[in-house]
């Protein structure tokens, strides 16, 4: 193993690199565009042994890594924003062809107004397409996460494609210590179909009513059976390389909190911070982050917010004409609890908007009381 001072998108490239990926398809676009320079890179001076495809979109750059996987190569792609928008159709593609494409995406804001700084909405937009989501807190679960993605997609009792997200600029371009390298975590990708030009078959073409019904209630069950996968795979990890590194939620604090953070993302790891020092005046709080959006651990998070009095969920993201998307599925997982805490909602650090520990204790405290955390507190 080695350690190196990295930004989020060379720790994702490298942790591509490091997983065997065969074959990369991508299309340039801010903040992610330097995961495939890194990989460029990698490639031409002989680093990396896989085949690099440039393609003139995000929408080509998913069909040929589904093309790709589908040949039963392991393939990465890289993209952010409204590359991902365009790419939209293809990820219904992907997750109903149970194809496990792992793909990093840098969370930026959708235009217009144009900004390229940390949003999660591109991605929380998605979370209905059948991908399983992972949010990243530092560069070192960036790298992490992509190795471990690959162990969780891969799975025969899984077979879908996984997002590793991590917040624009906050992470993609902040050079932290990550260690790299994961032994034998990874074993060769064996699918379990692939084309054949030798014994040619049609895939994915027109599905009656008969069936389509069934292969959508599928991808759901196969969710579900990914949170005992992920599990086991967190373990595995932590077992090889002595690193816990949180692959569906993280308490942090909690046992005794009487009031919890729960956040996601980048936030999530100000929001420890916070935790510190609301302890240090005398408050009991604690923190819940959650990294696996999709599939969501309702279980887990109840078990986790049962004995508190209050969870503050802190969305950097929004689904007009509602609320936050984190905020709604908290709500959702605690519905038919007894113990159900008191839940409050706020909404921050939209289009890269500074979100300090401060802002978070002043949520936590009271503040804030229209849900929008929208002052930069210093």
């Known amino acids: 193993m080695e350690r190196k001072l990295i930004t989020g998108n060379q720790a994702a490239a490298l942790a591509a690199r490091d997983s065997g990926v065969e074959v990369v398809a991508a299309y340039p676009i801010t903040p992610s565009t330097p995961v495939v320079e890194e990989i460029a890179r990698m490639v031409e001076s002989g680093e990396m042994d896989a085949r690099l495809i440039l393609v003139e979109s995000e929408h080509s750059a998913m069909a040929a890594c589904i093309g790709a996987s589908a040949s039963g190569s392991r393939v990465f792609t890289a993209t952010s924003s409204h ?19 792992v793909m990093a995406v840098a969370n930026r804001a959708i235009g217009p107004g144009w900004n390229i700084w940390a949003d999660l909405g591109d991605t929380m937009s998605q979370r209905d397409t059948g991908w399983i989501q992972f949010y990243c807190s530092s560069n070192q679960e960036i790298y992490d996460t992509v190795v471990m993605a690959y162990r969780v997609a891969e799975d025969r009792q899984v077979l879908l494609p996984a997002m590793v997200c991590y917040d624009g600029f906050v992470l993609s371009h902040t050079a ?24 040619p078959e049609t895939f994915g073409n027109i599905l009656s009513s008969d069936y389509y019904m069934e292969l ?52 999530a790891s100000e929001s420890k911070i916070a935790v510190r020092k609301l302890r240090r005046d005398g408050k009991k709080v604690g923190l819940l982050r959650i990294k696996c959006f999709r599939p969501f651990p309702s279980t887990d998070v109840v078990e986790a917010l049962e004995s508190v009095d209050t969870a503050v969920v802190i969305d950097r993201s929004i689904s007009p004409g509602h609320e936050g998307q984190l905020f709604s599925e908290i709500k959702s997982a605690l519905y038919s609890s007894r113990n159900r805490p008191e839940i409050i909602g706020k909404v921050a650090g939209l289009g890269g908007r500074d979100v300090t520990f401060r802002a978070i204790e002043k949520a936590v405290c009271g503040e804030f009381r229209d849900g929008w955390i929208n002052e930069v507190v210093v």
């Open 216 to 267: 959508r209630k599928d991808v759901f069950e196969s969710h579900r059976k990914a949170i005992r996968i992920i599990k086991k795979t967190e373990e595995a990890f932590e077992s090889l390389t002595g690193r816990y590194s949180p692959l569906l939620l993280e308490k942090y604090m909690l046992d005794d909190a009487e009031t919890a953070i729960v956040a996601i993302g980048a936030i």
């Open 83 to 101: 590359g991902l928008a365009y790419m939209h159709e293809l990820l219904h593609y992907a997750a109903n062809a149970r194809t496990p494409v």
């Open 176 to 199: 932290m210590p990550v260690v790299t390298g994961i032994g034998e975590f990874l074993e060769e990708y064996r699918a379990p179909w692939k084309v054949d030009f030798d014994e």
